[in-house]
């Protein structure tokens, strides 16, 4: 493999600055996330708190032990327990098949960044990924995008849900999921590896009963070996963890909500666009109702003093809230705003792996950390990576593509001015010459039908649209025939626009992690892990 580095834009300009460290960006942070004493600050910040060490590692330990047996695992889970050892974190929702790349993208990042601050450190760093199993969105999950021809097909998993159940309560039927499955693989060609991923898709199927199941097996499945923990946000039993956390959140929600605000007003005044969307009343909190499987929104109604539920169905007081949180915690989850801060108390975070969407809202959250004395951990930018297979690299080659415009705008625009350049200008002309002539004539026909035959104007101009619709079939027929001479040159460019710039979007966004599996092996992802990357903002585009 080779690493070539490029320094693209990112998908949002606040992410863009924040890459550039502004003096604009910087005073929404505590820390920036690109000096090693930065890291070595938050180390000695962490060491003066205290932390559930042994129960969150137990409660990890008991979560993962569906998923694997592997020693390295057991080595982090006794790491964590040590009073001196630190996390990477970062998270993502449990997208089928492990969703889009830049899911894996996040996991190599966290598992990169543990790594290289462990040995920077000379202190025990943990890899932790947070799957947002609370979350409800179910349309964002139920899909992956897949190249059928020269087109990219959205493949949604065909099991309905219509009500707003958490993704950690969503099953799925083992026949109808297995299917879906294969008919997903299959479009990614059958290789040497091909049998071997559908008897692990069988198998991992067989033993999941949920979204995050299904997700967790795999995730493990290719990155079992590195020590990696994971850990489910809408897991109840985690829950029980957090309960004192909900209480001061119920306790501070309309201060919480005042800061994030204030902090928004700042941001906009120097010219960014609010990240996080957030009334005056939000509580920054979900209850759950699990009989009928609806995650509420709640709001804080100030006049009454009391929270409610935001489509009116809930109402429980300050007291009445502290009780669900003490006695009933797996009734409450966070939102974008708390989520956060649960996750500040609850490990001990040398720094966490944000997407640049994550960046943007993390910045409205200062005030509301420092309300509960906390500072926010170093806010480190996920790798951005292009996976690029040398027969695409020869393809760019032969082209003659320009690498970073490939990656920024795709190449629709060259394999139209190929097309074009195709065009017999001359039999253009004579074609054009042919409709000019033919709308001149028939225009003199019907100048003398409006004083001869009026009653013919209507048979005459049906008829002139008959003869152009013909002239420009064949035009379209010859110009056809001319890119079928050519066929293999326009199959190129279609071939790299779906390998990097596919649907017209970057590739982290559309394709699938399996799709390297099937072509590279299982073992594909962990060797990537062999490569140094370098967090320094810039994309890295791997030769594969």
């Given amino acids: 493999m080779e690493i070539v580095n490029l320094s693209l834009p990112a998908t949002n300009r606040f992410a863009t600055e924040y890459l550039k460290q502004s003096s604009d960006i910087l005073s929404s942070f505590h820390y920036r996330y690109n000096g090693i004493d930065e890291y070595k600050e938050r180390l000695k910040e962490l060491m003066n708190r205290t932390f559930l060490r042994n129960e969150l590692a137990n409660h ?213 666009m609010n990240a996080i969307e957030i009334s005056s009343q939000a509580a920054n909190l979900f209850y759950y109702d699990k009989e009928n499987f609806e995650r509420i929104l709640l709001e804080f109604d100030k006049e009454k003093n009391v929270f409610i539920g935001k489509d009116g169905s809930l109402e429980f007081t300050v007291e009445e809230m502290i009780e669900i949180a003490s006695e009933y915690p797996e009734k409450l989850s966070n939102n974008v705003v708390t989520r956060p801060m649960m996750q500040e108390w609850l490990f001990p975070t040398l720094a966490f792996i944000a997407g640049p969407g994550e960046i943007a809202y993390w910045a409205e959250l200062k005030a509301a950390f420092e309300l509960f004395g906390l500072k926010m951990p170093p806010i480190m930018p996920r790798l951005n990576i292009t996976l ?87 035009e379209q027929k010859l110009d056809k025939a001319a890119q079928l001479k050519h066929e293999v040159v326009i199959n190129k460019f279609e071939r790299v626009e779906n390998a990097l710039w596919p649907a017209g979007s970057p590739q982290e966004r559309m394709l699938n992690g399996l799709y390297y599996a099937n072509h590279y092996g299982k073992d594909f992802f962990k060797d990537l892990l062999d490569e140094t990357f370098n967090f320094d903002g810039t994309h890295k585009v791997i030769k594969i």
């Fill in 388 to 474: 690029l297979e040398r027969s695409v690299e020869t393809d760019i080659n032969e082209l003659g593509l320009d690498l970073y415009e490939t990656l920024t705008v795709g190449t629709e625009k060259r394999k139209r001015e190929f097309i074009k350049s195709l065009k017999d200008e001359k039999l253009e002309n004579l074609f054009d010459g042919a409709k000019r002539n033919l709308l001149k004539n028939y225009g003199e026909i019907k100048e003398y039908l409006e004083q001869a035959d009026i009653g013919l104007l209507p048979l005459i101009k049906k008829n002139e649209d008959i003869l152009i619709k013909q002239l420009m079939f064949m």
């Fill in 60 to 272: 990890i330990e008991h979560y993962m032990e569906p998923f694997t047996k592997s020693e390295a695992v057991k080595a982090s889970l006794e790491k964590l327990r040590l009073s001196n050892s630190t996390v990477v974190i970062g998270g993502q929702q449990a997208g089928l098949l492990t969703g889009p790349l830049y899911s894996i993208h996040k996991v190599i990042s966290i598992i990169a960044l543990a790594k290289e601050k462990e040995k920077e450190l000379n202190s025990p760093v943990v890899p932790v990924f947070w799957i947002a199993g609370e979350d409800h969105d179910y349309q964002e999950v139920n899909h992956v995008y897949a190249q059928r021809g020269n087109t990219i097909e959205k493949m949604t998993y065909p099991e309905k849900v219509h009500d707003k159940r958490m993704v950690s309560d969503i099953g799925i039927n083992k026949e109808i999921c297995l299917k879906w499955a294969n008919d997903v693989i299959e479009t990614f060609g059958e290789t040497a590896f091909t049998n071997e991923l559908l008897g692990k898709m069988e198998e991992i199927i067989g033993k999941s009963a949920s979204f995050v199941d299904f997700f967790a097996h795999l995730i493990m499945y290719f990155f079992e070996d590195t020590g990696l923990l994971l850990i489910d946000s809408g897991d109840e039993k985690v829950r029980k963890l957090e309960k004192e956390f909900f209480i001061k959140q119920i306790q501070h929600a309309q201060e919480i909500t005042k800061l994030v605000i204030g902090q928004q007003a700042d941001l906009k005044n120097k010219g960014f």
